[in-house]
């Protein structure tokens, strides 16, 4: 590669020439307390971080910049820190979904704006990560993303428990009489041991994978847990790095490829990962100008099968994951099905990347010859009642649900199915289908994660614990069972399901990719003709914008002004 030299940086148009202007950004780097040998003839690696101290998941990203800026120093670089929206997943309403793209637009004119030359984004928490990288992308610098790495496991009674997954667990099964308010409360108190995203393979594991596996992480970076000694010191290689990414003017475009995208959809495959990463990564792939879209998931889903047995579709966490060797291990053992050729922030190729990596242990990461599921983590249906898609996670789904007819429960909104669904005379059967409009984009509105509807009170007794479940929502990562998701198009712009009516008779079948609503197209016909659109739920700020400009689940619910890959200008200085 042709090196770059200092006056070719950014940052030179700031602070290397001899005019008003650059004295004035000089003197106030001054008033900081910098001086001209901490920038002159040195690349400015902006870091954006993440961090908040409502945000668990990041608790440890304030101490882990001053982990990268050593790197940078080390390698010649100016660091400097950036805060950014932080998207607490466990406390932000109505949906973290809803300010994606408010992230992925702060990350894009932070960079934009500022005088930097390359960008270290420290993230991890379910959308931090694709926000990041949709506004890196967009701008188009230097950029190396930085995983903050899942908890460590949790503990109850002798027991691992699992965040998330172990929370839908026992809520049921405390709704259905059989563990006690101290019970619960223990296990509150045992669940979330350290700092740290998910350990479970939810969906902030599951983009730090796929973040990995694109090239634009460090290999074997997305695997470390949080706590662990061994992050710290990533943080440090990785600003490192990135201070010779910009010497090589190594930008994400010379890395994100088709081959790059469909080795990342190839290891979500393999990982079991979540539902939600098929809207990130067509958001992703969109800015980068690939075309990406369900179907492409759906295709690579029948040739890459499940090998990772982590929670909710295997039996493991993701502390064990990295202690059988992590994704590059995983990565090996996919080898043939990988494009090994793809570059990345190393300036080395995939394969040289994970030469050498090895199973540990191969109950946790199996083989091409002995999967813990044969197809892969999502399966993309389509039918009268969602014409352009949906998907469903088969390996976290009771089998016998894979092909079922069933009558249709059906719900308008959250409130709506949260007072039926407890009630001890609701007429249902395990049979029954639930449905739940009015979750989409603009319905939710962002899309909440109501997906995984709970199961009725009345049937809890029975023994019952998971039934097919439809909506045009989101579940977590972390949730697990026959729940059928993203419906599109959505219900509050006038799709199919915003016409299911409670008996109506709805068929699935997996293995077919096919989902059908059993009502005749002149019924449903005169059903649109008496439906009248609901009334925007924001009537002014950011939600307003957000509804007017969305896109639809199967198109990566990006903003429509954020898309394309028109070149914007560099700022002027004046």
């Known amino acids: ?30 008033q900081i307390g910098y001086d001209a040998e901490d920038w002159t003839g040195k690349p400015v690696i902006g870091i954006i971080n993440t961090w908040s101290e409502i945000n668990p998941c990041h608790a440890h990203l304030r101490v882990r910049a001053e982990n990268v800026k050593r790197g940078v120093l080390q390698a010649g670089g100016f660091p400097i820190e950036l805060p950014a929206i932080s998207l607490s997943e466990t406390f932000v309403k109505p949906s973290t979904m809803l300010y994606r793209n408010l992230l992925a637009m702060e990350t894009e004119e932070l960079l934009r704006s500022h005088p930097l030359d390359g960008a270290v984004l420290m993230g991890g928490c379910d959308k931090t990560t694709p926000g990041l990288i949709m506004g890196a992308i967009s701008m188009g610098i230097p950029a190396i993303y930085i995983p903050a790495g899942p908890m460590l496991r949790g503990n109850w009674e002798g027991k691992y428990l699992g965040s998330g997954s172990d929370v ?12 006690t308010d101290d019970d619960w409360n223990e296990i509150e108190g045992g669940i979330a041991r350290s700092f740290g995203t998910c350990m479970v393979m939810g969906t902030a594991a599951t983009m730090m994978a796929i973040t990995e596996a694109l090239g634009l992480a460090l290999p074997g970076s997305s695997s470390i847990p949080a706590a662990d000694s061994n992050h710290p010191r990533m943080c440090g290689a990785a600003g490192r790095r990135i201070v010779e990414m910009v010497w090589e003017d190594l930008t994400p475009d010379k890395i994100l490829t088709a081959a790059a995208f469909d080795n990342a ?9 979540s539902t939600n990463a098929i809207i990130h990564v067509v958001a992703m792939a969109r ?47 996919l080898g043939e099905k990988l494009d090994l050729s793809c570059l990345t922030v190393t300036g080395k190729t995939v394969g040289e990347n994970i030469e050498g990596a090895k199973v540990h242990l ?48 059906a719900f308008e909104n959250y409130d709506h199915m949260m007072h039926e669904i407890e009630r001890d005379d609701l007429d249902v059967t395990p049979d ?18 109501w997906g995984m509807l709970p199961i009725p ?45 409670t008996g109506d008779e709805i068929e699935i079948d997996v293995d077919r990719r096919m989902i059908h609503l059993h009502v005749s197209d002149a019924e ?31 198109q990566g619910c990006d903003l429509d002004f954020l898309q394309g890959k028109a070149a914007m200008p560099e700022p002027e200085i004046h």
Not at 300 to 313: E, F, H, T, Y
Request: with cysteine; glycine share 12%; net charge positive.
């Open 1 to 30: 590669m042709t090196r770059k030299k200092p006056e070719d940086l950014r940052s030179h148009r700031w602070l290397g020439v001899s005019d008003m202007r650059s004295f004035g950004h000089r003197s106030r780097l001054r």
């Open 168 to 179: 839908w667990k026992y809520w049921t099964e405390k709704r259905a009489g059989n563990i």
């Open 265 to 273: 959809i190839k290891v979500h495959m393999a990982m079991g990962g």
């Open 287 to 333: 800015r980068a100008g690939i075309p990406v879209d369900m179907e492409t998931f759906d295709r690579l889903s029948r040739q890459i099968p499940v090998l990772a047995n982590v929670r909710p579709s295997g039996k493991y966490l993701m502390e064990d994951f990295f202690y059988a060797g992590g994704l590059r291990a995983m990565m090996r053992n």
């Open 362 to 409: 191969p109950d946790v990461i199996h083989s091409l010859n002995d999967p813990i599921y044969a197809e892969g983590a999502t399966a993309v249906l389509k039918g009268n009642l969602a014409p352009n898609g949906c998907v469903i996670k088969p390996a976290a789904a009771d089998p016998r649900f894979l092909k079922h007819r069933g009558k249709a429960i």
């Open 432 to 449: 029954h289908i639930l449905v739940l409009k009015n979750a989409g984009p603009k319905g939710g509105p962002g899309m909440p994660e």
């Open 457 to 501: 009170k009345r049937l809890l007794g029975q023994g019952v614990r998971d039934m097919i479940r439809i909506s045009d929502g989101r579940m977590s990562g972390t949730s697990y069972g026959a729940c059928i998701l993203h419906v599109a198009p959505e219900s509050f712009v006038g799709g199919p399901l915003a016409f299911v009516q």
């Open 524 to 554: 449903l016909a005169r059903r649109k003709a008496a439906w009248t659109q609901p009334a925007p739920k924001y009537p002014r700020g950011y939600g307003a914008m957000f509804s007017e400009h969305i896109g639809q689940a199967d």
